[in-house]
């Protein structure tokens, strides 16, 4: 019974950290070194408290794709590194989808009791989103951290008035310390972005498709866009996996809708899967909304398991959606994997034979 008790109180411990942190691209908490020396793995964790390490000066590499916070790329912020601390520092989520939720982190250090205030925007006092006002330095000297989330579509209409849920916004929150009771004199702030928008839809809808298919993309950056695009890819049987088909060749070519990627892109043949491809240079120079269209004709493929992939990008950051569907031709054209006696040729010399064998 014991133990039980203390793998739960793990398990709630590893859940809290996960809601702290809990975004696509994570905060970074710490660095692994000597990971090739026995026993290996000795991590070195981003701490508030001095320790004589800065975590960011070790596994250089591991740090390259962390987000920028209040100070330094450490989360919390650590006293040995460069960037030093502030006692008040917010984390937010760097980038998000438009109008879902965006998960943050305030740590405070606290000597004496303060109320501790979080705001939308840049510490303008208004719409405080975390109440009762949590509170740190109730206990003498204190380090605290104040997990807390907020709805981006709330975000918009706190700046605008409506959720537009369009792509490309910047979101910002601040957290500002008081005396108990006292007026604000430190307030922090950090900021983040949506990826661009991205909206993809096939008709007729229902996940299996027959005949022509309508295949929609609308994709749209507040900062414009770099590139936009449409794919497709099918199931492969001999390799258990989605692989890329080819839809630049025409309709009647025997490599249409194969893996055979036979077009004219010789350097890339991944080119050939794609059924809209725009890209705008140099990057952010592009529309801010753009919206296509293409048909797609099944019956000139293989029933058969496809997936069809959007893809959007601006100057900041990538969005990717996706749609699987069956589909169901009576007249479909076998193109990979096909038995042999499926092919026409072969089904008419089998019936002169047969005739020639028994002409009755």
């Not at 800065?54 to 596994?59: K, N, Q, R, V």
């Not at 005949?211 to 258990?240: C, H, M, P, Q």
Request: hydrophobic share 30%; with cysteine.
């Amino acid at each position: 019974m014991r133990n039980k008790i203390i793998l739960i109180i793990i398990a709630v411990f590893l859940f809290s950290l996960s809601y702290a942190f809990a975004v696509d691209n994570e905060f970074c908490t710490g660095v692994n070194v000597c990971a090739n020396i026995s026993p290996g793995n000795y991590g070195l964790d981003c701490s508030p408290v001095p320790d004589s390490f800065c975590p960011e000066t070790y596994g250089i590499n591991e740090w390259l794709n962390c987000p920028v916070v209040n100070y330094g790329k450490c989360a919390p912020c650590d006293p040995d590194c460069p960037a030093g601390c502030s006692e008040d520092a917010i984390f937010v989520q760097p980038l998000a989808d438009p109008c879902t939720n965006v998960n943050n982190l305030v740590a405070v250090d606290a000597a004496n009791p303060i109320n501790i205030h979080i705001f939308r925007g840049e510490a303008n006092y208004n719409n405080v989103i975390v109440t009762p006002l949590p509170r740190c330095g109730t206990v003498g000297k204190e380090h605290c951290e104040f997990p807390f989330s907020d709805s981006l579509s709330d975000y918009e209409v706190y700046e605008g008035g409506v959720a537009e849920c369009f792509g490309g916004d910047r979101y910002c929150y601040s957290v500002c310390t008081t005396p108990t009771p006292g007026i604000g004199v430190d307030c922090p702030f950090s900021c983040g972005r949506t990826r661009p928008g991205l909206n993809l839809s096939i008709q007729p809808s229902g996940g299996v498709v027959s005949g022509d298919a309508v295949i929609s993309i609308n994709a749209r950056s507040r900062i414009t866009l770099s590139e936009y695009s449409l794919r497709l890819t099918k199931w492969n049987t001999e390799f258990d996996e989605f692989r890329l088909v080819n839809v630049k060749v025409p309709r009647e070519h025997p490599d249409y809708c194969s893996f055979k990627l036979t077009c004219n892109y010789i350097n890339d043949p991944s080119e050939c899967s794609y059924f809209i491809k725009e890209v705008y240079s140099p990057r952010g120079t592009g529309p801010e909304n753009v919206q296509n269209s293409i048909n797609w004709y099944t019956s000139d493929c293989s029933n058969s398991n496809y997936t069809i992939i959007a893809f959007a990008d601006d100057s900041n950051s990538q969005s990717t959606k996706q749609v699987n569907l069956l589909t169901n031709n009576l007249d479909s054209k076998c193109k990979d994997d096909c038995p042999i006696f499926t092919s026409k040729t072969l089904n008419t010399l089998l019936a002169r034979i047969k005739i020639w064998v028994n002409p009755s």
